[in-house]
């Protein structure tokens, strides 16, 4: 919640450059924890850069890849769903699932894309559930190839 | 002289029993603070989320939703029962049956249909030796219940509350309080209610942070309704998931104390057997002596 020790104002007092505090929280833990220069995510309809000094915002997250760009490091994580937080260079991201790039497998995610195709859609409430999970199995897969 | 050697073997069956508990006790007592730490670290994102809901409203958005209204008709309802999978753990499994049988009677008489989902070994075997029919039945729910396996029972239950499939689902579990106190339940997840009781209860728990950020204008990504559309599933399935963390937590608690209170008792039995060994062995040993002296005493004459 608070931001790390080495941080003022949201630029980082080492090095004197501007950062922004990451947060990845899901039901089970707190993910990740960590000053970034950057950070994309994707939103509901699109991605969005988030980079210091951002005015406050809340979002609704898609399910894709989120970036976090922190020196010369970039993580990569796949995010399912959930909200993102903006305020005084503090980024929340509130997910389902934070998994990894490197621990998506797309042989699997291949079957989990056909199988949500395969899932009934003759009500308007079952065709939302399945654009649901083909945009869950997309995104997952999507992250995954990237990793090549 | 048997009679010694016989309390002597209840002592020792006793002592190994006693080792047991203690065991299992110290076990209960490792699981029950880890299963703590992962309620705790749940509660972080509950909060998060409680506060995007506070802002949401702060917005003078109208908080409305097809999950937070209940159905016009009242024929179907699920009623989820949360125990435990394996016995030695008190009252802990009574109670809650208890409570979710006594539910269960009245959701029948006010519902035409109720279907029942029952989680661990001891609550399908309660209602199966009711003759009441368990329609859905989970033992993967140990003491570490993942969110992921949670969310696949939420989104069906979303699914069928949204297909009009059910019309209310009720959950039976152990709601824990404080490490002295945990209660049986009963709540009704669906339809939601008002998203409004969880603001005044964890809103004002933010920093000095966000307390700011809560007058300045927020920009909402793509819109407040979007958001709103993705909160309320999303707080239904925290919510439940909640569920399962408590009963987790209560399942570990009620073990560490039933056999907490078992190893005290082997104690006691000890003790007192000891005495009753001691005295008999003693009396045994009066009589050899009374007889040695009879002997002496014989053999003067």
């Given at each position: ?105 797309p042989e699997a995610l291949e079957t989990g894309l056909e199988a949500a195709r395969a899932k009934p ?9 399945r654009?649901?999970a083909v945009?869950q199995s997309r995104?997952q897969l ?7 | ?301």
């Open positions: 919640m608070m931001a790390a020790n080495h941080m003022e104002e949201g630029i980082d007092v080492t090095s004197g450059c501007r950062l922004v505090e990451c947060i990845v929280v899901t039901p089970e833990e707190t993910a990740l924890q960590t000053p970034a220069q950057f950070v994309a995510l994707p939103l509901f309809d699109g991605e969005i850069g988030i980079a210091p000094g951002r005015a406050p915002l809340i979002g609704r997250l898609g399910h894709g890849e989120m970036r976090i760009v922190e020196g010369k490091k970039t993580l990569r994580y796949y995010v399912d769903g959930g909200f993102v937080e903006v305020s005084d260079n503090l980024v929340t991201v509130l997910t389902n699932r934070a998994i990894k790039a490197e621990d998506l497998d859609a003759n009500t308007g409430e079952l065709m939302e559930i654009d649901r945009a995104g999507w992250v995954a190839r990237r990793n090549r | 002289m048997a009679n010694a050697r016989a309390l002597d073997k209840r002592r020792k069956s006793i002592r190994n029993i006693r080792k047991i508990t203690r065991t299992m006790e110290l076990i209960a007592t490792a699981r029950f603070k880890h299963a703590m730490d992962r309620a705790s670290a749940a509660s972080a994102y509950t909060d998060r989320i409680t506060r995007l809901v506070t802002k949401l409203a702060n917005t003078g958005l109208e908080l409305s939703h097809p999950l937070l209204e209940p159905h016009e008709t009242n024929e179907n309802v699920l009623q989820l029962v949360l125990t435990s999978n394996r016995g030695l753990c008190g009252g802990y499994n009574g109670n809650v049956l208890r409570k979710a049988f006594e539910n269960n009677q009245s959701l029948k008489e006010t519902f035409g249909h109720c279907r029942l989902e029952v989680s661990g070994k001891r609550g399908i075997s309660f209602f199966e030796h009711r003759d009441i029919d368990v329609d859905e039945r989970f033992l993967h729910f140990e003491d570490k219940p993942s969110f992921e396996d949670v969310e696949l029972l939420a989104n069906r239950y979303l699914e069928a509350y949204a297909t009009g499939t059910i019309d209310r689902l009720e959950v039976c579990y152990t709601k824990f309080s404080s490490i002295a106190r945990q209660n049986a339940t009963v709540e009704t997840l669906l339809p939601l209610g008002e998203l409004a009781s969880e603001e005044t209860s964890g809103g004002d728990g933010g920093d000095s942070r966000s307390g700011a950020g809560a007058e300045t204008i927020i920009e909402f990504l793509p819109s407040a309704e979007s958001i709103l559309e993705e909160v309320v599933p999303t707080s239904f399935k925290v919510k439940l998931f909640k569920c399962f963390l408590d009963a987790a937590v209560s399942e570990q608690v009620a073990r560490m104390v039933a056999m907490k209170s078992a190893t005290e008792n082997a104690d006691e039995l000890i003790r007192e057997l000891s005495m009753t060994y001691n005295r008999a062995r003693q009396g045994q040993i009066t009589g050899e002596l009374l007889e040695v002296m009879g002997g002496v005493e014989a053999l003067k004459t």
